[in-house]
């Protein structure tokens, strides 16, 4: 079965560092995921991408995150400077359908530690 | 907005007993629902997902799930679970119209021997 890879899966960082998440969806995926789970709570939704371009984001994606699709295969997600409170498991999602979540596939998460 | 709910947070069963997990959701419309579960070190897997139609749900690794409009729940049961069920399970709700889900709290599942 096809994966969504993620890369690294464990990143340490100070805080007010910047730090780069790596996603390689699936090959013929056109929509991508970012969500994270901050330990004990819930997993949230942080932004979706198409067409190069996002086509949603939550609160919590502020001007601190990015993401880009640097090339054909990469999906990034880029933490300028880091607080304490990025600390969480990130997951990257690819789908080859927009709506509905239907054939949503999720990587097996980056573990951020900010100390 | 959107919630979901998963009252248990953890749930002890014995291998080859029953399980059931259970999922409410506030939604307005009749949203699209599924469950994850995430083994360690793993990624989210799709169990199952409920769009329409038959309101119960068959997914992979034997699990099923109903769908109950008048409770507002979409409960996951499998009736004999294995040592490798033992994992962390996730319900999801998702709006007709979007594309982003809306997670639960988790349920962490320890299998006894």
């Known amino acids: 079965e096809p994966e969504v890879t993620q890369t690294p899966s464990h990143q340490v960082t100070q805080m007010g560092q910047e730090v780069i998440l790596r996603c390689v969806p699936i090959?013929?995926?056109?929509?991508f995921y970012w969500y994270r789970q901050i330990l004990g709570q819930k997993v949230e939704f942080l932004v979706s991408f198409y067409n190069n371009e996002i086509s949603e984001k939550s609160e919590i994606f502020d001007d601190q995150f990015s993401v880009e699709r640097p090339d054909g295969s990469n999906f990034t997600l880029k933490i300028r400077s880091t607080k304490l409170e990025d600390s969480a498991m990130y997951f990257c999602a690819s789908s080859d359908v927009g709506r509905t979540n239907e054939k949503l596939f999720f990587g097996s998460g980056t573990q951020l530690s900010v100390l | 907005a959107q919630s979901v709910t998963q009252p248990d947070i953890h749930i002890t069963v014995s291998e080859g007993a029953s399980l059931e997990l259970r999922c409410n959701y506030s939604y307005g419309a009749t949203p699209y629902l599924f469950w994850y579960v995430q083994s360690p070190g793993q990624g989210l897997q799709l169990l199952l997902k409920?769009?329409?139609?038959?309101?119960l749900v068959q997914g992979i690794k034997g699990f099923e799930a109903e769908f109950k409009r008048s409770q507002s729940s979409f409960n996951l049961r499998k009736p004999s679970v294995h040592w490798s069920d033992a994992a962390e399970y996730f319900c999801?709700?998702?709006?007709?119209?979007?594309?982003?889900?809306?997670f639960g709290g988790g349920t962490r599942v320890l299998v006894k021997p």
């Open positions: 090959s013929n995926h056109l929509y």
């Open positions: 409920y769009f329409s139609g038959d309101t």
């Open positions: 999801a709700v998702v709006e007709a119209a979007g594309n982003k889900l809306t």
